[in-house]
């Protein structure tokens, strides 16, 4: 009797057990999505990551779903961000912001997907040993931070030629920043211009930064990528208007909001791809066998209108050039 009792318990265990495993098992995979900024991102960022993982097959809440942490542009805050998306058991890490996001996301985890986005230098940042093979848990997107702020500093002169002294402003806290002072400083030697670097990272200091700007006086300014300052650019947007400051931003955002020039890499368009590579991780890649992607292409775009406030005269040449004018 004992051993008949004993046999019906085996086989309901054996009965039960994948069944109670298969409830314990997710419904559907989990993207913790986490940015070093606050939650008023574009919506329209937010759709382009959610196309590209619709692009593979994978829908918001009917395939996949996501979970959502913001920084709010206090670093600080980061490494309990990702350890709470961590002990979530979340299925891929993906980390919009730089790379300080990046490495509190790659310092978290050596198990979990990690896609990173808008990011200067992956491979001197320390995330990845090569864009080819990026080995580990991560790939991603870089931006080419560096570079672009020397670009855009020539384009800012080609704009403003008569400023013989360009403001450069950078977050300090960004671990970027002295190389993109660094490169600026050899592009504004080309130029024949005065470099003078403001360096801010939060609300105040951005205040105390165009206060000594105006103080000096500089010609024109320079805005570095930075998610902090990105996401500082409605108030950036409005000293310079208030300050009648010739200035270039990262991103069209700001040129749209009435900022005078931006020059960058398309932003929606990298988050689409990352949603496309979360889509394919989910597929069976790995992380380590997708290459980091840099950009090929970069937006221009100029506010007509923010020039003629300003009494400038935008070249036909740079016109020509542009991606975008805003009338």
Same mark, same amino acid.
């Given at each position: 009797?004992? @051993? ?13 057990? *994948? ?9 559907? *995979? ?5 940015? #070093? /900024? ?13 196309? /590209? ?16 942490r913001w920084a709010e542009d206090h670093y600080d805050r980061l490494p309990a961000l990702v350890a709470d998306l961590v002990s979530r058991n979340v299925d891929l890490i993906l980390s919009w912001g730089g790379l300080v996001g990046a490495l509190a996301a790659k310092r978290a985890t050596t198990t979990i997907p990690i896609v990173f986005t808008n990011v200067g230098d992956p491979i001197g940042g320390g995330l990845v040993a090569s864009l080819a093979r990026p080995g580990g848990n991560i790939t991603g997107f870089s931006i080419l931070t560096?570079?672009? #702020? ?55 200091? %951005? ?13 024109? =300014? ?5 998610? =902090? =300052?990105?996401?500082? @650019? ?7 208007? @208030?300050?009648?400051? *010739?200035? %270039? ?11 005078? &020039? ?13 949603? &496309? ?13 997708? *290459?980091?992607?840099?950009? #090929?292409?970069?937006?221009?775009? %100029? ?14 040449? =740079?016109?020509? @050039?542009?991606?975008?004018? %805003?009338?």
């Amino acid at each position: 009797m004992r @051993r008949r009792q004993l046999m019906l318990l085996l086989g309901g265990a054996a009965i039960t057990s *994948p069944l109670s495993a298969r409830a314990q098992q997710k419904a559907m *995979p989990v993207v913790g999505f986490f940015s #070093t /900024g606050a939650a008023d991102l574009p919506a329209a960022y937010l759709a382009a990551f959610r196309q /590209g993982l619709g692009e593979t097959g994978y829908v918001e809440g009917q395939n996949v779903a996501i979970e959502y942490r913001w920084a709010e542009d206090h670093y600080d805050r980061l490494p309990a961000l990702v350890a709470d998306l961590v002990s979530r058991n979340v299925d891929l890490i993906l980390s919009w912001g730089g790379l300080v996001g990046a490495l509190a996301a790659k310092r978290a985890t050596t198990t979990i997907p990690i896609v990173f986005t808008n990011v200067g230098d992956p491979i001197g940042g320390g995330l990845v040993a090569s864009l080819a093979r990026p080995g580990g848990n991560i790939t991603g997107f870089s931006i080419l931070t560096s570079e672009l #702020t020397a670009k855009r500093l020539e384009l800012l002169s080609e704009l403003v030629p008569q400023a013989r002294v360009i403001a450069l402003l950078v977050n300090p806290s960004n671990p970027l920043t002295e190389r993109v002072v660094e490169d600026a400083q050899r592009a504004a030697r080309a130029r024949g211009v005065q470099l003078d670097v403001l360096r801010a990272s939060t609300d105040s200091e %951005i205040d105390a930064a165009f206060a000594a700007l105006v103080q000096q006086p500089a010609g024109a =300014l320079v805005v570095a990528g930075d998610s =902090l =300052l990105f996401s500082r @650019r409605d108030k950036l947007v409005g000293l310079a208007s @208030r300050h009648a400051v *010739p200035t %270039i931003y990262t991103s069209r955002e700001a040129a749209l909001a009435g900022g005078l &020039i931006s020059y960058g890499t398309n932003y929606k368009n990298d988050l689409r791809e990352a949603g &496309i590579y979360a889509g394919r991780i989910f597929k069976g890649e790995k992380p380590a066998d997708l *290459p980091v992607q840099a950009p #090929t292409k970069f937006e221009l775009v %100029i506010n007509l209108k923010t020039a003629k406030a300003l009494g400038l005269a935008v070249p036909q040449a =740079l016109l020509a @050039r542009a991606d975008e004018v %805003i009338e």
